[in-house]
C-alpha cells in the first residue's frame, strides 16, 4: 500500500486550465506506475492518464489526449496533471493510483488510491 495525498481540484471554466497533484509523502515510487482516475456522478470510475516512474512515459485515454498532459518530478516525488481546454465532461472527482507496472492499466480495482480531489468545470 502506498500513502497518496491528491491537490488541486477546483472550479474551473469551460476551456479553462487546472493542474493537480499527487504525491506520495516519505515513499519512493521506483518501478510503480502513477495514475489519475475520474468518476463523474452517476458513472464509474474511468482511466484517464498513467505515467511510469522509471522512465516517465505516459499514456492518455482518448477524450482527454492534446489537452491533459501527466508529468514526474521524482525529486519531491510528485506527479502532476496539467488540465488544459477543460470541458463540462471533465467534471467530476479525480484520483490518483499508484500500482506496479505489472498491473493491467485501466483496472478500477487494484493499487493504491488516494482520497481524490473534486474538479467542477463550468460551461
Known amino acids: 500500500q502506498v500513502h497518496l495525498v491528491e491537490s488541486g481540484g477546483g472550479l474551473a471554466q469551460a476551456v479553462g486550465s487546472l493542474i493537480l497533484s499527487c504525491t506520495a509523502p516519505?515513499?519512493?515510487?521506483?518501478?510503480?506506475?502513477v495514475s489519475w482516475f475520474r468518476q463523474a456522478p452517476g458513472k464509474a470510475r474511468e482511466f484517464v492518464a498513467s505515467?511510469?516512474?522509471?522512465?516517465?512515459?505516459?499514456t492518455y485515454e482518448d477524450s482527454v489526449k492534446g489537452r491533459f498532459t501527466i508529468s514526474r518530478d521524482t525529486a519531491s516525488n510528485t506527479v502532476h496533471l496539467q488540465m488544459n481546454n477543460l470541458n463540462s465532461e471533465d467534471t467530476g472527482a479525480y484520483y490518483c493510483?499508484?500500482?506496479?507496472?505489472?498491473?493491467?492499466?485501466?483496472?478500477?480495482?487494484?493499487?493504491?488510491w488516494g482520497q481524490g480531489t473534486q474538479v467542477d468545470v463550468s460551461s
Open positions: 493510483n499508484a500500482r506496479s507496472t505489472v498491473l493491467p492499466l485501466k483496472s478500477t480495482t487494484q493499487g493504491s
Open positions: 505515467i511510469t516512474w522509471n522512465l516517465g512515459t505516459p
Open positions: 516519505g515513499r519512493t515510487l521506483t518501478n510503480w506506475r
